[in-house]
């Protein structure tokens, strides 16, 4: 990963930034009329909450020029039964959750960084293949279209269309492990 930005394991102390940067997301996603804000907003407190929880994987974007919490995500060395075939989960994946950014940094591409360091991540771990679901048209096309993603099937979750997507892993010079 370019200077600037490291992943690390998200700590207790990331709870209160990790809250405010859901409750961003939110609000950008509100005022650009997106759908599934609400769904952040009411989220954000419960999300930040396993920051400190050891039982959830969760993994900090952190900026190192201020130690600002950049983006989360949390990486499941199982991929879920819902959704994917028994043959998909015997191979050696993970699988991305509950990825979130920081709208003001958007310019600085947190998405793509956080991606990037799950590829190669991944990859120096042994992992076939990195995994990941989303809720929406507009996060689909830019996992698929700007993150090279590929829409593996759509399914049916919580009343929703979920997009499932996968990428084979890849050892990349421009991510920090």
Known sequence: MPSGYLMRPARPDDEDPVAAMIHARAAWMDARGLDGWRDWADAAERLAAQVGDPSVPV?????????????????????????????????????????????????????????????????????????????????????????????IRTVQRHGKPTH????????RVDADS
């Open 59 to 151: 993994w900090a974007l952190i900026r190192t020029a201020d130690d600002r919490v950049a983006g989360i995500t949390s990486v499941y060395t199982d991929t879920p039964s819902w959704g994917w075939t028994d043959a998909e989960r015997a191979e050696s994946a993970v699988f991305l959750a509950t990825t979130v950014t920081d709208p003001a940094l958007r310019g600085d591409r947190p998405g793509h960084r956080i991606a990037a360091w799950a590829l190669d991540h991944a990859a120096r771990n042994g992992q076939t293949w990195v995994r990941r679901g989303c809720f929406g048209t507009g996060l689909l096309r830019y996992y698929r279209d700007v993150q090279g993603w590929t829409l």
């Open 164 to 171: 499932l997507l996968a990428r084979r892993t890849e050892q």
